[in-house]
């Protein structure tokens, strides 16, 4: 199979205060590497990579890393409008970073209207646990999450300790919204695109509901 082919494309948009290590999330995930200095992110950076979230169904994930500092905020926000999932991302070992988690996703979620935001929350720098330089427990990190009504993690872009895992929760996540009709893909918006048709008869079994059948082949015609 021709690598490039996808049904699906989603865009992703990786949330968080500067130097919680959004960019190092993303280059191990992509390109399976981390390095142990990186260059702050200056305005947007973009990332592509390609994930099988169901047999035969393969979706082309474009990232967008953006900057933390609160002088590019005018040039991350104009992207808000345009993703289908977020990760929201704080620094285990920076309480600043967690208290500022609802302010990210309260920003997004006001921006995006009327279309919809998936997030996934990931606590990283775990690795950090057995210097004792954590000050975030998993424990009022995970009530965040339910407060919110999202997902958590806590990942290691140094170790690789389940960035995999968060990335492709998230993609996943996406996924089975589209599949639901929790999320549509609309004229306009770009947070997801489709570019194949697809076989629908596991997806109305599935669901058992026509309505549902009919958006999915309305995205792929």
């Not at 997902?151 to 968060?166: D, F, I, W």
Request: proline share 3%; charged share 25%.
């Amino acid at each position: 199979m021709d690598p490039t082919l996808w049904q699906y494309q989603f865009r992703v948009i990786m949330l968080g205060d500067s130097t919680v290590g959004k960019s190092s999330l993303l280059k191990r995930y992509t390109e399976d590497r981390y390095l142990d200095s990186i260059n702050e992110t200056v305005g947007v950076d973009f990332y592509v990579h390609f994930l099988q979230v169901e047999p035969g169904v393969r979706v082309k994930l474009q990232f967008w890393d953006t900057a933390g500092q609160e002088r590019f905020r005018s040039v991350t926000r104009s992207y808000y409008r345009n993703s289908a999932g977020a990760l929201l991302v704080f620094d285990l070992t920076n309480r600043t970073s967690f208290d500022h988690i609802k302010e990210w996703h309260t920003e997004v979620c006001e921006r995006v209207q009327p279309y919809k935001v998936l997030f996934v929350l990931v606590g990283h720098k775990c690795d950090m646990d057995v210097h004792k330089e954590r000050v975030v427990s998993r424990e009022e990190a995970e009530k965040l999450a339910l407060l919110l009504g999202v997902p958590y993690l806590e990942a290691s872009a140094k170790t690789g300790q389940n960035v995999k895992a968060a990335f492709e929760l998230l993609a996943r996540g996406v996924y089975l919204g589209l599949m639901s009709g929790e999320v549509e893909v609309q004229e306009g918006w770009d947070g997801v695109k489709c570019a194949a048709p697809l076989p629908l008869q596991a997806h109305k079994t599935n669901t058992g509901q026509p309505g549902l059948e009919r958006k999915s082949r309305k995205c792929c015609a």
